[in-house]
C-alpha cells in the first residue's frame, strides 16, 4: 500500500525530506516494499498545495525555490487541509514554540483526532505535551513519533525504544544542541561569536529564532523529553534549570584552554530516587574527557543503564539531511508496523 503524506511546515527539514525520499524512492521499495506520495504542503510562507494522485516532488522543490507552491493550490486553513489530502501520516515541521507548543500543538491534537499518525522534529508539542500527544494517539490507534526531535537523526528515542528495550536508565548527559556546540567550537578558533551564529544559521542548525539555541532552551527541550520519553517521568520544562552560552566570551574559552579544558553546554537529566532532575548549563570539560572531542554540529549522548553501564551515541544533532532523515526512519516505522 503506498503510505499518504501531508506535511506541515515545508522549510529546511521539509525539503531534505523530500530530497531523501525522491533520492531513495526505488531503494526504499526494494529493500522495504515502501512506496509514498505527498497528497499535500502547507507552509505558511509558500501556500498550501494538495492533490489525492500525489503531489510531483519535483515541483515542490521548484516552486519553494520560487517562494509560492503554485501547482495544485487550496485555500483554507490547516484543518481544511488535513480533511482534504487524505493522508495516513502527518508529518509536522513547523517552527518550534516552546512556551505553548503552537500552532504545531494544534496540529498534531486534530491530525491524531482524526485517526492520522503523526511524525515530528517539531520540539514544542514533544517537550510540552508527550503524554497527552501519545496517549491520544494510542486512543485513536494511531503513532505519534518523534525521533528527530533530540540528535535529529541519530537514533536515541528508537535506540532505548528497540535494542536496549528492558534496560532501565539511571542517567543520561551530553551535548545536545548543534548550534551551540559549533559556535564554541568557532569560538575556539578564534571566530567572532557573531559571525560563528550567522555561519550556523546558513548552514541551517539554528532555530527560526536562535536565541532558542544560545540561550539553552532548544537543549532544555531535548532534555525534558529525554526525561519523559526515556526515563518515564514527568517532567514540566519549566522545572529544567536552564543557562546557555551567551555569557561565554573569548578570554573564558582562552582561561579553560589555559587549564586543559574546553567548554561545551551539557544537558543531563538523572534519576534520584522517585524523582527525576534536569539541567542545561555550560560547563568546562577536560580535553581528555570523550565529550571534549565532540566538534562542530555534533551531538552525543552518554546514557547510564542498569544492565549494560554506559552506553554512548555520537552524531549528527542537527541539519537538513540529518532531520530529514529522523522523519524518513519515523515513516518506515509506521509502515513497518502497518
Ligand atoms: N537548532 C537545533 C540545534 C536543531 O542546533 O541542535 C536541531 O534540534
Avoid at 210 to 217: F, L
Avoid at 239 to 256: E, H
Avoid at 300 to 316: E, M, Q, R, W, Y
Wanted: hydrophobic share 40%; net charge negative; with cysteine.
Amino acid at each position: 500500500m503506498t503510505q499518504k503524506i501531508a506535511l506541515i511546515g515545508f522549510g529546511t527539514v521539509g525539503q531534505g525530506l523530500v530530497e531523501i525520499l525522491q533520492e531513495k524512492i526505488d531503494e526504499l521499495d526494494e529493500r522495504y516494499g515502501y512506496r509514498w506520495k505527498i497528497t499535500g504542503v502547507c507552509d505558511n510562507r509558500f501556500g498550501t498545495v494538495c492533490h489525492m494522485d500525489g503531489l510531483d516532488p519535483e515541483v515542490l522543490l521548484r516552486e519553494a525555490a520560487n517562494g509560492s507552491l503554485q501547482t495544485h493550490r487550496m485555500a483554507g486553513d490547516v484543518k481544511q487541509f488535513l480533511d482534504e489530502c487524505n493522508a495516513d501520516v502527518v508529518v509536522e515541521m513547523t517552527y518550534t514554540n516552546l512556551s505553548d507548543g503552537e500552532p504545531a500543538l494544534s496540529h498534531c491534537r486534530y491530525a491524531l483526532e482524526k485517526g492520522r499518525h503523526v511524525v515530528t522534529s517539531n520540539k514544542g508539542p514533544a517537550a510540552l505535551h508527550f503524554r497527552s500527544l501519545s496517549a491520544l494517539a494510542k486512543k485513536n490507534r494511531v503513532r505519534f513519533l518523534i525521533e528527530g526531535t533530540v540528535m535529529s537523526g541519530t537514533p536515541v528515542l528508537n535506540l532505548m525504544d528497540g535494542p536496549l528495550q528492558g534496560c532501565r536508565v539511571e542517567s543520561v548527559r551530553g551535548i545536545l544542541n548543534g548550534t551551540t556546540n559549533y559556535i564554541l567550537t568557532c569560538m575556539e578558533e578564534g571566530m567572532a561569536y557573531a559571525d560563528a551564529l550567522a555561519k550556523a544559521q546558513e548552514l541551517g542548525y539554528a532555530e527560526a529564532d536562535p536565541t532558542g539555541d544560545v540561550e539553552g532552551y532548544d537543549a532544555r527541550a531535548k532534555v525534558t523529553i529525554l526525561a519523559n520519553v526515556v526515563m518515564g517521568a514527568d517532567l514540566p520544562i519549566e522545572k529544567v534549570s536552564c543557562m546557555g552560552i551567551t555569557a561565554i566570551t573569548p578570554d573564558d574559552i582562552a582561561a579553560a584552554r589555559q587549564k586543559g579544558k574546553r567548554w561545551k553546554l551539557i544537558g543531563a537529566v538523572e534519576r534520584n530516587g522517585g524523582d527525576v532532575s534536569a539541567s542545561v548549563k555550560p560547563e568546562m570539560v577536560p580535553l581528555d574527557h570523550p565529550l571534549a572531542g565532540v566538534s562542530g554540529a555534533t551531538n552525543a549522548l552518554t546514557v547510564v543503564t542498569d544492565l549494560l553501564g554506559d552506553v554512548s551515541i555520537v552524531g549528527p544533532g542537527a541539519g537538513r539531511m540529518e532531520t530529514g532523515f529522523s522523519i524518513l526512519t519515523d515513516l518506515l516505522t509506521i509502515h513497518r508496523s502497518s
